[in-house]
């Protein structure tokens, strides 16, 4: 006995509504290029979210200056993948993953040195994550206009690692 879940076009393109809301599309669908958008996301928005905090609990400048980078470029990134996700019919999450929410939550209890360097780990984390995400991604992609967009931010992603390495 087979199990099968039929969604109209319109519910899988658009993203369906679950029961707490709507969902992204990668939530009802495998498609490798919807999936990687949603990854690439979740990454961005987690970059975001924890660079607000460290601009709120960190009094170290390096650190401050790479949160206020991270904000801008990942701003960024995320405006131009929305933009290339809206074509597509793709629904985009509109929050990080609940790990990164969890990791988020962890620094939230943090302070002084102990929080720079659990942003400076989650940063290091994240971008090394993201740019082996992408280096797979471009391996096996199909949409040519997805996989434009991760050979432009591969680079980024990797100076970005580089630069969280750096931190202190």
């Known amino acids: 006995m087979t199990l099968s879940l039929a969604l109209p076009t319109a519910a899988v393109a658009g993203g369906a509504a679950g029961p707490l809301g709507p969902v992204s599309t990668a939530q009802v669908s495998n498609d490798t290029d919807v999936l990687f958008m949603e990854v690439a996301t979740m990454s961005n928005l987690t970059e975001i979210q924890t660079s607000r905090l460290a601009l709120q ?4 400048a390096e650190v401050r200056a790479f949160a206020q980078m991270m904000i801008t470029m990942h701003t960024q990134a995320q405006a131009e993948l929305n933009a290339l996700a809206a074509q597509k019919g793709v629904r985009l999450a509109d929050k990080p993953g609940a790990d ?3 990791l988020y939550n962890r620094l939230t209890t943090l302070s002084g040195a102990a ?3 659990a942003y400076k780990n989650v ?3 994240g971008h090394k994550m993201t740019l082996d995400l992408i280096v797979t991604y471009r391996s096996f992609g199909t949409d040519p206009q997805v996989l434009a967009y991760a050979a432009k ?3 980024v992603v ?3 690692l580089a630069e969280a390495q750096e931190l202190p």
């Open 123 to 125: 940063q290091v984390n």
């Open 115 to 117: 929080f720079d360097a």
């Open 100 to 102: 990164q929410r969890l």
């Open 158 to 160: 990797a100076a970005h």
């Open 153 to 155: 931010t591969q680079p």
């Open 57 to 60: 609990k960190s009094s170290n």
